[in-house]
């Protein structure tokens, strides 16, 4: 039984295994590799081959801040977008809409920024925000970083939607988001017409399938704990029925060994009856019946031979030979016996 129960296990633990390594663990590299890809592209832009900030896709050639800053130029990647909203340049350099100054950039207009000045522009602004908390990456974090960027947005529908900034994150000035003032922002309004459907954004959209990936990632990862718990449980299982067979097999062994030692010490108890007139001898408690012709046990002999082996004088004998002592004494075929 326990070693059925042994290979049960056995093919159970293969079956999840298989379904594991066929399973659960390539969909957790599918999905670790699709979440990377989308969060690099709303980062960097889709098919960006830098992650400096100096890409094209992340941010074109750059001429004025009016059109770099509004869609569809803006919304390719989170970095351009933060490029438009926390980049300061020489236009107006108490222009410090995100609370921090980029000394590079600083140095020169929009357009230099976007010929020379990506790389530590970027870097400029990452150092500033590095002590921001960073959150757990999961699918709920990316769907919250959608539903802020939506919460967010300034809406004026006073403005023209076809020229002014009509969606905007920022501050504007008169409709625009290029002014040489203080005024910064990003233009989203032609992506959000009606006319553009469901899409928001290049890198929103690139969130969602971050997030998409996200969900299935978990979902794996939960898959994998519990086929880990699953295969854990089967080998203590094992570990256990091993123990039991183990001990088992010890312990019939032990009880053979015993078994044939009582049977060298005391012999094998042959039927006396099959034994020839010449077997049938009175040093071993047996007699010859004349009558019946066959050897029979002889419990006189019985004693004589036990106060032998017990160095006792002929009636005083042990009583193991009866059940009991009383039946001992009780027995007068012999005389009076002194049972012990």
């Known amino acids: 039984m326990y070693i059925a129960n042994l290979q049960l296990l056995a093919a159970e633990a293969e079956a999840a295994l ?12 599918k999905e670790t590799n699709e979440i990377t890809a989308a969060i690099k592209a709303a980062l960097y832009g889709k098919g960006a081959g830098k992650t400096d900030g100096s890409g094209v896709k992340t941010m074109g050639i750059l001429g004025t801040r009016n059109t770099d800053c509004k869609t569809p130029s803006a919304g390719k990647s989170i970095v351009g977008d933060i490029f438009c909203l926390c980049a300061v340049d020489n236009t107006k350099r108490s222009a410090q809409h995100c609370g921090l100054n980029t000394p590079t950039a600083a140095g020169g207009d929009w357009a230099a920024l976007g010929s020379s000045y990506k790389t530590a522009t970027w870097s400029e602004i990452k150092t500033a925000c590095k002590h921001r908390p960073k959150p757990k990456l999961s699918a709920d974090t990316l769907r919250g970083i959608q539903a802020k960027f939506l919460s967010k947005l300034k809406k004026d529908p006073e403005l023209d939607e076809a020229t002014q900034a009509t969606a905007y994150l920022g501050q504007n000035n008169g409709g625009n988001c290029g002014a040489a003032n203080a005024a910064r922002c990003v233009d989203y309004g032609s992506a959000l017409k009606s006319a553009a459907g469901a899409a928001v954004t290049a890198w929103y959209d690139q969130l969602t399938e971050a997030a998409a990936a996200a969900a ?3 979902k794996a990862c939960d898959d994998d704990k519990a086929y880990r718990q699953r295969l854990k449980t089967l080998q203590k299982q094992a570990h256990q029925l091993y123990a039991i067979l183990s001990v088992d097999d ?49 419990q006189k002999t019985h004693v004589v031979q036990a106060n032998k082996e017990t160095e006792k ?3 005083s004998v042990q009583n193991y030979d009866y059940d009991t002592k009383e039946i001992c004494e009780n027995d007068k075929k012999y005389g009076k016996l002194n049972c012990a």
Do not use: I, M
């Open 250 to 298: 010890t312990t019939t062994s032990q009880q053979k060994s015993g078994t044939s030692e009582q049977a060298q010490k005391h012999g094998t108890k042959k039927d006396c009856t099959k034994l020839e007139k010449a077997e049938c001898k009175p040093d071993v408690g047996r007699k010859y019946n004349e009558t019946t012709t066959k050897c029979e046990e002889d």
């Open 216 to 218: 299935t990632w978990q």
């Open 313 to 315: 004088t002929e009636g």
């Open 18 to 29: 298989s379904k594991y390594n066929s399973n659960v663990q390539p969909k957790l590299v």
